[in-house]
């Protein structure tokens, strides 16, 4: 059974940075995708970027192009985002998500098996 364990939320200013990781436990395989996710109140969860757990290339929503980045340690078996220039919008909680079948560009929360219980970041204006 695949387990995942986010951590680094917080509350910061805007402008500010945060790193968010996700440490996983159970049967990962190269060929599938892990992915942040986040949820404000009131709104779908959006996927806001993701990578092969192998070898292979990233995504990431619009919103946070140029500002998130996302990585992943193998050897450490931890998912990370770094998180940059934040802003007001950036408010939600934060999910990590593991999927079987990758399909990098489909970042569709129902299409993803596996989640943590989340990580709330919080960014004031």
């Known amino acids: 059974q695949v387990q995942l364990v986010e951590s680094g939320g917080g509350s910061v200013q805007a402008g500010g940075s945060l790193r968010l990781s996700c440490v996983d436990s159970g049967y990962i395989a190269g060929s599938w995708c892990m992915a942040w996710f986040r949820q404000a109140p009131g709104k779908e969860r959006e996927g806001v970027a993701a990578t092969r757990v192998g070898p292979g290339s990233t995504y990431y929503a619009d919103s946070v192009k140029g500002r998130f980045t996302i990585s992943r340690d193998n050897a450490k078996r931890t998912l990370y985002l770094q998180m940059n220039s934040l802003k007001p919008e950036d408010t939600a909680m934060y999910y990590c998500?593991?999927?079987?079948?990758?399909?990098?560009?489909?970042?569709?929360?129902?299409?993803?098996?596996?989640w943590g219980q989340g990580t709330q970041v919080t960014v004031s204006s």
């Open positions: 998500a593991a999927r079987v079948a990758c399909s990098i560009f489909n970042t569709q929360a129902r299409n993803y098996n596996y």
